[in-house]
């Protein structure tokens, strides 16, 4: 009789416990499912509004790539090199989003406002972009501070008044070394990464006799 009940107790703790494993993988695909769609929200979000933004420089052919989304192949050329990433408008904008999403998206917004100073060539608007950007970036409590050293920090502080194109030279290195280094290699294990990088499935018809 103990032995009867021990079994059903048994096959009823294996159920629960296969209920619970289908459960947990039905959760788990949900969530997956969720934070897609939230990455492809925000994605839309600074692909609408990247036309009034400063935008990354296209190191090999001098203009910026194609809006739109990359085949498997051209997601996978991200993965090359950060520079390839950044080239590319939509690989630019899914960083952004990635960034904003580990609430670090102030490096991003550095390193392109500093890409736009470089190309200023008016000098009145050199030194008001430079106040501008040491006022949003650089400054003690600045809206979006990014993290360098107090001796960098010193340094653009001094070169204010007489701006010059590299006077943000030194901190803009630090933060795409640290971009590269830290958040492009999360970025790349990604879901929303692995799944740009996924091919369609072609499901092939059955032949006929």
């Not at 935008?55 to 790539?65: I, R, S």
């Not at 050329?77 to 998206?105: I, Q, T, V």
Request: hydrophobic share 30%.
């Amino acid at each position: 009789m103990q032995s009867a009940m021990f079994l059903a107790f048994q096959h009823s703790q294996m159920e629960r416990s296969a209920s619970n494993c289908q459960s947990h993988e039905e959760k788990k695909g949900k969530m997956k499912k969720t934070l897609i769609k939230d990455w492809k929200s925000r994605l839309s979000y600074f692909l609408q509004n990247s036309s009034g933004s400063p935008k990354a420089k296209d190191y090999n052919k001098g203009q910026q790539k194609a809006c739109f989304r990359p085949s498997p192949e051209e997601a996978q050329l991200w993965s090359d090199a950060f520079d390839e990433l950044l080239a590319n408008k939509y690989g630019l904008a899914a960083f952004r989003a990635f960034l904003k999403s580990e609430f670090c998206e102030e490096n991003i917004d550095f390193w392109l406002a500093c890409e736009d100073f470089k190309k200023t060539k008016c000098p009145q608007k050199l030194t008001s972009k430079a106040k501008k950007i040491y006022s949003d970036f650089i400054e003690k409590e600045a809206p979006k501070e990014i993290n360098i050293d107090f001796q960098t920090k010193n340094s653009i502080a001094q070169n204010l008044q007489e701006a010059t194109h590299t006077c943000f030279s030194a901190a803009q290195k630090r933060v795409y070394s640290l971009m590269e280094n830290n958040a492009y290699p999360r970025f790349l294990e990604s879901e929303f990464y692995q799944e740009l990088c996924k091919k369609p499935q072609i499901s092939r018809e059955p032949q006929g006799t």
